[in-house]
């Protein structure tokens, strides 16, 4: 009696469907899930730099020097805003505008003990004059089981995008 159920259970084959998917989803659910955040955060950083080149259009034609409406940087940060209004918190974008004597002086990114960006301030410039663009947001991740897979152990990821442009002869002597 005894033997014969061991038997059966042993060649019983009622149950192997569910342990199968029971063993295969967590990996499956984890695989998709990561896809998805992976996918949002590489949109999040094509938004910055999108936004970035969009805001640094003010810059180069002179409409950011010219205006007289707002503080040049309140500007250059609500055209950041108007075109990241997705995935980014505009209050956390940190900016760097600063003028160069040419092309070759340029340096790259300084950051502090957390890795955020320390920025030399907001100097736009004048007419045909180089300037740096610099842009930095620390996405977070939205999931916090795969975030730190992804991100390390704080959660997020830096993303900086930097242009460097020679601004226009805006400045025209006509009558």
Same mark, same amino acid.
């Given at each position: ?13 009622e149950?192997? #469907? ?13 695989? #998709? ?40 940087e309140?500007?250059?940060? +609500? ?13 956390d ?5 600063q ?28 007419? +045909? ?30 993303f ?16």
């Amino acid at each position: 009696m005894l033997g014969s159920f061991i038997r059966r259970w042993v060649k019983g084959t009622e149950g192997t #469907t569910a342990i199968e998917f029971a063993l295969l989803a967590i990996p499956y659910v984890f695989l #998709t899930v990561g896809i998805i955040e992976l996918s949002i955060m590489y949109t999040a950083a094509s938004l910055l730099e999108g936004a970035t080149g969009s805001a640094a259009r003010l810059i180069r034609t002179g409409q950011l020097q010219q205006q007289e409406a707002m503080q040049p940087e309140d500007m250059f940060r +609500q055209a950041l805003c108007d075109y990241a209004t997705v995935l980014i918190n505009c209050n956390d974008i940190q900016i760097e505008v600063q003028t160069l004597n040419s092309f070759d002086d340029y340096t790259g990114p300084t950051f502090d003990a957390d890795g955020n960006l320390v920025s030399a301030g907001f100097d736009a410039g004048g007419a +045909q004059d180089n300037v740096l663009v610099r842009v930095a947001y620390r996405y977070t991740m939205m999931t916090p089981f795969i975030g730190p897979l992804l991100a390390g152990a704080d959660n997020s990821h830096l993303f900086v995008s930097t242009i460097v442009l020679q601004t226009e002869p805006y400045q025209f002597g006509g009558a």
